[in-house]
C-alpha cells in the first residue's frame, strides 16, 4: 500500500491499514478527515495545537504513513484539494492566523522567513543549476506567469534584459497567451511559474515547448505529475509560501537566484553587457544631471 493510499483510506474513515496506528495517530486522521480544507493550511506546529499533541507525532504520523515527513504529506494534501480550496477557506486561515494582532508585519515576515530556510531544501544545488543551464544556452526566453505572479515575469524580464538575453514575456492568458505561445520554437527555453491552481496556459506552454523540442523550467508549488512531467527541470517551492496568503516572497527569490546565477555563471559577459548599456546611455546624454537654479 502506498502512502498516498493510506491517507486516502484515513480520510475515508477506514483506519485498518497494513502498518498499525497509535492512539495519537488516529487523533490525527480524524482531524484531517473532519477539517481538511482548515488543516492543509497548517504547520506542524499548528496542527499539532489542533489535535492536542506535539509536532514531532505529526511528523512520526506522516513517516508512519510512508511519506519523508509532514511537508510531503501536506503537499499531497494541497494536491488533493487543488481544485477544491474555496476563497473563504483562504480567508477564514488568513483571519486565524494574522487577526487580533499589533505585529502584522513582523508576523508575516515571519512566516516567509522560515519558508526562506526551507527552499535550500525543497530546490537542491544541482536543479538550479540545471535551470540555469538552460537559460544561459537559450536561443529566446520565454517567460510566463498568470494572475499575481505576472510582476515576476517583469522583473525577470529586467534582468534577464540586461544581461543580453533576447526575452519574450507572456503574462496574458486566452487568445493573446496562444499567439505568443505558438511562437516557441526548438532552442528556445520556456520558464513558466506555475503557483495555486495550474491554469490551461501552463500545461499549453509546457506541452509546446515539449512538442518542439524546446526545454522548460517549471516554478511551482504543487506536485501534479500530470503536469511537472512535461517540464525538463521542475523547481518545487515550500507549500507555506502559498498556504495563508498568496505573497510573492518565495518565488521572487527563486526568480532572483536564477537571475544572479546567470550572472555568475559567465562574469565577463554580464560586465560587457552592462558596460555597453552605460556606453549607450551616455552617447545619448543619460543620465541628465539637472541644473540647479
Known amino acids: 500500500m502506498t502512502p498516498a493510499e493510506r491517507m486516502q483510506l484515513l480520510l475515508e474513515g477506514e483506519y485498518e491499514l497494513d502498518v498499525p496506528l497509535s492512539k495519537s495517530h488516529e487523533r490525527i486522521a480524524k482531524v484531517l478527515q473532519q477539517r481538511l480544507e482548515e488543516a492543509v493550511f497548517m504547520d506542524a506546529r499548528e496542527l499539532a495545537e489542533a489535535v492536542g499533541t506535539t509536532p514531532s507525532t505529526i511528523v512520526r504520523f506522516a513517516q508512519r504513513l510512508g511519506f519523508s515527513g509532514y511537508p510531503e504529506l501536506r503537499m499531497w494534501l494541497a494536491d488533493l484539494l487543488l481544485h477544491k480550496a474555496s476563497p473563504v477557506a483562504r480567508a477564514e486561515s488568513v483571519i486565524r492566523t494574522y487577526a487580533g494582532s499589533d505585529l502584522f ?12 530556510s526551507a527552499l535550500p531544501d525543497t530546490i537542491a544545488p544541482e536543479q538550479l ?15 510566463f506567469a ?42 528556445d527555453a520556456v520558464l513558466a511559474f506555475g503557483l495555486g491552481r495550474p491554469a490551461e496556459e501552463l500545461r499549453a506552454i509546457l506541452v509546446q515547448s515539449r512538442r518542439v523540442d524546446a526545454r522548460s523550467i517549471l516554478v511551482t508549488d ?25 505573497a510573492m516572497v518565495i518565488p521572487v527569490a527563486v526568480a532572483e537566484s536564477l537571475a544572479l546565477a546567470l550572472m555568475l555563471d559567465d562574469p565577463g559577459r554580464t560586465k560587457e553587457s552592462l558596460a555597453a548599456l552605460e556606453r549607450f546611455r551616455r552617447e545619448h546624454g543619460y543620465p541628465r544631471i539637472p541644473r540647479v537654479p
Open 129 to 143: 543549476r540545471a535551470a540555469v543551464e538552460i537559460l544561459k544556452d537559450a536561443s529566446r526566453i520565454f517567460l
Open 146 to 187: 498568470e494572475g499575481p505572479a505576472a510582476c515576476i515575469v517583469h522583473l525577470l524580464a529586467f534582468r534577464l534584459g540586461r544581461l543580453r538575453h533576447t526575452v519574450i514575456p507572456i503574462t496574458e492568458t486566452g487568445k493573446a497567451f496562444f499567439e505568443k505561445a505558438a511562437l516557441v520554437e526548438r532552442g
Open 105 to 116: 508585519l513582523a508576523e508575516f515576515c515571519a512566516n516567509e522567513a522560515r519558508t526562506l
Open 222 to 246: 504543487n506536485t501534479i505529475a500530470e503536469l511537472n512531467r512535461w517540464a525538463s527541470v521542475v523547481l518545487t517551492i515550500p507549500l507555506r509560501a502559498f498556504d495563508v496568503f498568496r
